[in-house]
């Protein structure tokens, strides 16, 4: 039995029903966890505590090096800011707001160090997709970069929950925070939360565009450090990590900073990490293990030769599928063979995947030893090798929504069904086919159609109106808006252009239309649904 430290229960309250959770398997020695778990003092305290603290942890813009030690103490602030000024107490849910940086990560554990549950945001996120979070997880805290005040200040005066609000500044700018930090001993008595109390609750959008919280555990955070990075990644004390995707994003916070300390490794966390300024900083900060997507592997590659990139060891790339076409370019770039590997917000992390050794051009991997994977029929009946269906996983993570119907569609007969089609070949990997829904992945963002449909929705010009992905050699894909105006307004490039400007007002401009075709109408069913399929077949 395990004791819960959640003195505020909402997460456990909002769990789905037993009979919805997938099934989870620990049949491994590593995945023995213990009741009471708190995955901070497993990370961070624990290399103190062997004597390690002078290794360094974190890296970061400005010359900015923090050992072990130094970490353990930036956290250990926070958590007591958090529980002696700002009241919180475990359970509550905290809003993080910030671009990657050494900061950020120092919130994020002293939040998981207090028993809070950290809820990460997409720095570009604006008020109208932050209300909708704040609303649906209940948060009562946030700790914020400064430059991101404005879109919470709209947040707060929308959401009646959200009452605790400290700001840090840039490195070289110290603000509220780090002020009130100063005044704390660098010690703090992690709170002993239980294996299955919730930990971090990470927001993915669906094809609705109605955002959903998947909620994982402590011991969650020790089996995706126990499972893909010691069997496929192999990384060292001495590596060194850096990479673009946000810590908001699991795929960043495992590769960016959960997997760096499991392994006593340091990690280089920058605000700004497009491909531009991601290969100098592999240059300058001798990186060993790289993590980013497709497309900017695509992008770097054509300019790998003008930077010195001999501390490179191992890249990863996930979020998207890796065509066979990237992986020859960054091949013939850099000597290295790539590390492709399949995650999800729902599953925590990568759970098919294969290393340097057993990489084949065009597929995915196998599944990471702790993980079993198939591929189903439409009955939920296995597929022999060869045929296309949908597929499904189970392991130590799986998917837990936060009191969302969708539970029931993302996890079936136990397995947890990703919304992707696959086919498993004849040297048993599994190899990607596309998204079964509507999913835009454009340059490894997760964009729902519906929601730039709902902004654009938003214009007084705009009658009606459907959005796509559309298949873009270098992003991968592309938003596409087919537009009917209202009478009285003027298609063509103008409008356009108004349009797109205006989308990227209202949510995170990345998910703007790239393309704008304007129609007459929409296809649509009897009952008045849109279909996108005809759009996308050019109907
Ligand atoms: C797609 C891939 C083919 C696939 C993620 C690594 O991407 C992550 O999480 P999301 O919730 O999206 C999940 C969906 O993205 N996908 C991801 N990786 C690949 N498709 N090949 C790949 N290598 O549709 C999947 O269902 O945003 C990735 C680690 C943690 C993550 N959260």
Known sequence: MTRSAHVDTFARDHLPPRDQWPEFVFDRPE???????????????????RGEGARTAILGAGGLRWTYAELLAQAN????????????????????????????????????????????????????????????????????????ADELAATQAQCPTLKHVLHYGPHDAPDELEARMAGKPPTFADVPTAADDTVLIAFTSGTTGVPKGTMHFHRDVMAACACWPPHVLRPRADDVFIGSPPLAFTFG???????????????????????????????????????????????????????????????????????????????????????????????????????????KPGATGVPVPGYQACVLDDEGRPLPKGQVGRLAVKGPTGCRYLADERQKVYVQHGWNVTGDAYLIDDDGQFVYQARTDDMIIS???????????????????????????????????????????????????????ELQDFVKRTIAPYKYPRAVEFRASLPRTETGKLQRFKLRDGG
């Not at 995945?31 to 505590?49: G, K």
């Not at 009917?484 to 356009?496: F, I, Q, S, T, Y």
């Open 77 to 148: 602030r926070v958590a007591r800011v958090l529980v002696e000024d700002m009241k919180l107490v475990p359970g509550n849910r905290v809003l993080l707001r910030g671009a990657n940086s050494p900061m950020l990560a120092a919130c994020w554990l002293g939040v998981v160090k207090a028993g809070g549950i950290a809820v990460g945001t997409m720095p570009l996120l604006r008020a109208r997709e932050l209300t909708t979070i704040v609303d649906k997880a209940q948060v009562s805290h946030a700790l914020c970069d400064r430059r991101l």
């Open 443 to 497: 340059g490894g963002y997760n964009i729902a159609g519906p929601e730039v449909e709902g902004a654009l929705l938003l214009h007084p010009a705009v009658a009606e109106c459907g959005v796509i992905g559309v298949p873009d050699a270098e992003r991968g894909q592309i938003v596409k808006a087919f537009v009917v105006l209202k009478p009285g307004h003027e298609p063509g490039p103008a409008m356009a252009a």
């Open 253 to 359: 916070l495992g590769g960016l900073l959960l997997f760096p300390l499991a392994v006593g490794a340091s990690t280089v966390l920058l605000e700004k990490a497009t491909p531009e300024a991601l290969l100098p900083a592999i240059a300058q900060y001798r990186a060993s293990i790289v993590f980013t997507s497709p497309t900017a592997y695509r992008a770097m590659a054509a300019h790998a030769k003008e930077h010195d990139l001999s501390s490179l060891r191992k890249c990863v790339s996930a979020g998207e599928a890796l065509p066979a076409a990237t992986r020859q370019l960054w091949k013939e770039a850099t000597g290295i063979e790539m590390i492709d590997g399949i995650g999800s917000t729902e599953m925590l992390h990568i759970f098919i995947s294969a290393d340097e050794a057993h990489a």
């Open 31 to 49: 995945l023995q966890f213990p009741p009471q778990l708190n995955c901070a003092t497993e990370l961070l305290d624990r290399w103190v505590q």
